[in-house]
């Protein structure tokens, strides 16, 4: 919604929720490498779009993933705010 108030269109959002969908289906279909993981949050990131942003989330072990955060890469990194 805000992508598509800011911009006019829909299709950046569109795009987000793609990426978000492929980084989805590709931690669930590479088990072994998901993410960087960051031990003072218990949880693993990954960048989509370019570096442009970073999802922060967890996998249980009923392989569900859980997106905890979702942020701009230029915002301060989430475990520098909860420090």
């Known amino acids: 919604m805000y992508w598509a108030e800011k911009n006019g269109s829909s ?6 929720i793609s990426e978000v969908e492929k ?12 993410g960087r993981y960051i031990q003072k949050l218990d949880l693993y990131t990954r960048s989509i779009l370019k570096g442009k942003f970073i999802i922060y989330f967890s996998k249980s072990d009923n392989d569900t993933i859980e997106i905890h955060y979702f942020r701009s890469s230029k915002q301060r990194p989430i475990e520098e705010i909860l420090s």
């Open 11 to 16: 299709s950046y959002s569109e795009k987000i």
């Open 23 to 34: 980084l989805l289906k590709d931690i669930s279909s590479n088990p072994f490498y998901i």
